[in-house]
């Protein structure tokens, strides 16, 4: 799935040309946008999950801007409202506030400070839905699905598996590191009728060097000193199932050529035997580099390979299936908060980001990881690279609103202080300290206007 960005704009006023001057000025910021007289009829059209957000007068006949938020909050508490209120009203927006809506903005307003509330809200409205889009995704998805995901690539990578899952020819699988290797074979084994017999996994690389042999094919009683009875090896342990050899290009020559004998046919020699053992098994090996250049560079038998590579399986790393993604990580996560006992936090602005933006080189290993940590709440966007935003809360749109006034009042009067104390009714050493908190210079705006 693709993270949504929401483009719709409900909007509902009671004056007509008010009305349609917001609504052209809303569409050439390339918003779909739906105008209406009043909240009745916009609550016709106006269901959960709509993907946008409301901007509403106050004041209206019929159902206020406060009714109209009690209807919404009801449908969806997660539908943004942004108030359109006059100087006199601050009081009831702030009250609309506390109950739900999002901002406000007071008439006359600079389209500005309006346009900065929408594209926020809009990003908001767009992490509710993907919240809930992946729970969605995440509980239809089939818990037996090896490989989640809906892109070309990893569908095809799908579809084979299912072709050749009761086929008997090996199979070479390559991939990046943490790309899924091994559950791509567990899915070829899990799928087809061995899957009733051992699935073997043998990681080449963490193989002792001097037991390889012992490990591998077993040994008799006496077969070395120390070896005091039977083992059977991992080869032998997969009779009737899969051996998984993970990482092949690490196993030595010596021991490759050993194993080459097994893959042609299907028969071991344990140490200190009597004679071979025929063994009924489906090889699939893995490698995260391309077999063929390691053999040209004398890394790897030849003959070896063509053995193995009866078919070839490549695994995308994430970089070339990023829609797959955030169903990946929301699958992760609940694993996760699962194991910790918790419970799955909603995904924030920061990890939508970093979902989108991050190549993800260690592939489903990391994402795993990252996941992880973020049900864990530990602050894994630091390694990363990412950065949370602060919320924008109630205190801040106070901020943010009393800063659009009073640069509004500077605006209107040029900068006269006598003027604006007088229109905002509010002592000169109050608006002094305003202007120093904001960062506003009257003298700014006198030269301004009067250039203006």
């Known amino acids: 799935m693709n993270f949504?960005?929401?483009r719709c704009v409900t909007l509902i006023d009671d004056d007509d040309d008010f009305r349609g001057a917001l609504l052209e000025r809303l569409q050439l910021e390339d918003l779909e946008v739906q105008a209406f007289a009043s909240a009745e009829a916009a609550l016709k059209v106006l269901g959960a999950d709509y993907p946008g957000v409301v901007v509403s007068d106050l004041r209206m006949p019929g159902m206020d801007g406060r009714g109209l938020l009690?209807?919404?909050?009801?449908l969806d508490e997660g539908l943004p409202?942004?108030?359109?209120?006059?100087?006199?009203d601050i009081a009831d927006a702030v009250d609309a506030l506390h109950n739900g809506a999002y901002d406000f903005v007071a008439k006359p307003f600079d389209f500005g400070r309006l346009a900065d509330s929408l594209n926020r809200a809009l990003e908001k409205r767009g992490l509710v839905l993907d919240n809930r889009a992946l729970a969605a995704e995440v509980g239809r998805a089939s818990p037996d699905l090896p490989l989640l995901g809906s892109s070309p690539a990893i569908a095809r990578l799908r579809s084979v598996i299912e072709q050749v899952a009761d086929a008997g020819m090996d199979v070479l699988i390559e991939g990046e590191t943490g790309v899924g290797k091994e559950v791509v074979a567990r899915a070829l084994h899990n799928s087809g009728r061995r899957r009733v017999h051992p699935f073997v996994a043998v990681n080449c690389g963490a193989l002792p060097a001097g037991l390889i042999e012992s490990e591998?094919?077993?040994h008799e009683p006496g077969a070395f000193p120390g070896a005091v009875k039977r083992r059977v090896g991992l080869i032998e342990q997969s009779?009737?199932?899969t051996l998984f050899l993970d990482e092949i290009e690490s196993m030595p020559i010596p021991a490759q050529v050993a194993l080459l004998r097994v893959v042609e046919e299907r028969e071991i020699q344990p140490l200190g035997g009597s004679g071979p053992r025929q063994l009924d098994l489906r090889i699939l090996a893995s490698s995260k580099i391309d077999l063929k250049?390691?053999?040209?560079?004398g890394q790897f038998r030849e003959d070896l390979y063509y053995r193995l590579n009866v078919l070839k399986l490549r695994v995308p790393p994430l970089r070339e299936r990023r829609e797959d993604v955030p169903l990946l990580f929301a699958h992760f996560l609940t694993r996760a908060s699962g194991e910790h006992q918790r419970t799955p936090p909603p995904m924030s602005t920061a990890v939508r980001r970093t979902l989108m933006e991050h190549d993800w080189p260690g592939n489903v290993r990391e994402l795993a990881h990252f996941a992880d940590?973020?049900?864990l709440d530990i602050d894994a966007l630091v390694a990363i690279g990412s950065r949370e935003e602060p919320a924008s809360g109630l205190v801040d749109r106070l901020e943010r609103f009393e800063k659009a006034v009073l640069e509004e009042a500077l605006h209107r009067h040029a900068g006269d202080i006598v003027a604006i104390t007088d229109a905002l009714r509010l002592p000169r050493k109050t608006l002094y300290d305003k202007f120093r908190?904001?960062?506003l210079r009257p003298g700014d705006f006198r030269a301004r206007d009067a250039a203006g």
């Open 4 to 6: 949504s960005r929401p």
């Open 70 to 74: 009690a209807r919404l909050q009801a």
């Open 81 to 88: 409202v942004v108030m359109i209120t006059g100087h006199g």
């Open 216 to 218: 591998m094919f077993g």
């Open 239 to 241: 009779h009737r199932g």
């Open 293 to 297: 250049l390691a053999v040209e560079r």
């Open 373 to 375: 940590q973020v049900a």
């Open 437 to 439: 908190r904001h960062g």
